[in-house]
């Protein structure tokens, strides 16, 4: 009986956090913003215990922060948090793709061609939306796995965590923002060269880099909290349009 209370405790607790996650990656909780508990357990019909115990989780995680007795601030995103996880993809995602250009099977190298595909089929539409972010990270966890090295999949997967909410930065606040294909990173993989592969993921993270900094630096940077308490999103009314 205790082990079944405990399991029901447990998958409260991940559906909160699983829920406050999802809801800070896309942007749905905006950086430095106060976390409603009250809201949230109304909507999820849920106690508190499981909700405190998630927001730990995520505190721990780097996505909370705790705010005197008001509970949890959405965690602030800056210029120098998006540079730092961009040089730790520059490392863990080049390593990838050299592996992936020796491992991949053909099976593997046309999933990859047919996600290249999907992103190409309308230049035009080459804006950032759920779906392109969604098959962005779908890519790039495709080639960490064909390293079949555990540790560097699960630290490619935490990066790309952070990469997904920085893309839904770019989706509500810069939907125009030109995309980054990945149409030379796997002409790399098909054609088993590996330096190639590295130098290509490098490039197309380089220039991801340079896009998601452009934007912040010239529109809506300054996801911070202020030292008075109150949440703080540093936009002109004119910059929040999605």
Request: charged letters at 25%; aromatic letters at 6%; hydrophobic letters at 40%.
């Amino acid at each position: 009986m205790i082990t079944t209370n405990k399991t029901k405790k447990n998958t409260a607790t991940d559906l909160v956090y699983n829920e406050l996650k999802r809801q800070i990656l896309t942007f749905q909780l905006l950086p430095g913003s106060a976390l409603e508990e009250y809201q949230i357990l109304r909507r999820l019909r849920l106690s508190k215990t499981p909700f405190r115990e998630a927001c730990m989780r995520l505190k721990q995680e780097g996505w909370l922060l705790p705010f005197h007795r008001r509970g949890y601030l959405i965690a602030p995103i800056g210029l120098q948090d998006i540079s730092d996880i961009y040089e730790l993809r520059l490392i863990l995602e080049s390593a990838c793709a050299q592996i992936a250009a020796q491992r991949a099977t053909e099976s593997h190298i046309q999933s990859l061609q047919e996600m290249v595909l999907t992103e190409e089929k309308d230049l035009s539409a080459w804006t950032i939306s759920t779906n392109l972010a969604a098959m962005n990270v779908k890519f790039h966890m495709c080639i960490a796995e064909l390293t079949k090295n555990a540790k560097l999949i699960n630290s490619v997967r935490v990066v790309l965590d952070h990469v997904v909410r920085f893309d839904s930065m770019l989706a509500q606040y810069a939907p125009s923002t030109p995309w980054v294909g990945h149409s030379a990173i796997v002409s790399a993989i098909k054609n088993r060269n590996s330096v190639e592969a590295g130098k290509r993921m490098q490039e197309h993270i380089e220039q991801a880099r340079i896009r998601i900094l452009n934007v912040s630096a010239g529109h809506f940077v300054g996801l911070s909290v202020p030292s008075l308490g109150k949440p703080n999103f540093e936009a002109d009314s004119d910059d929040r349009r999605g």
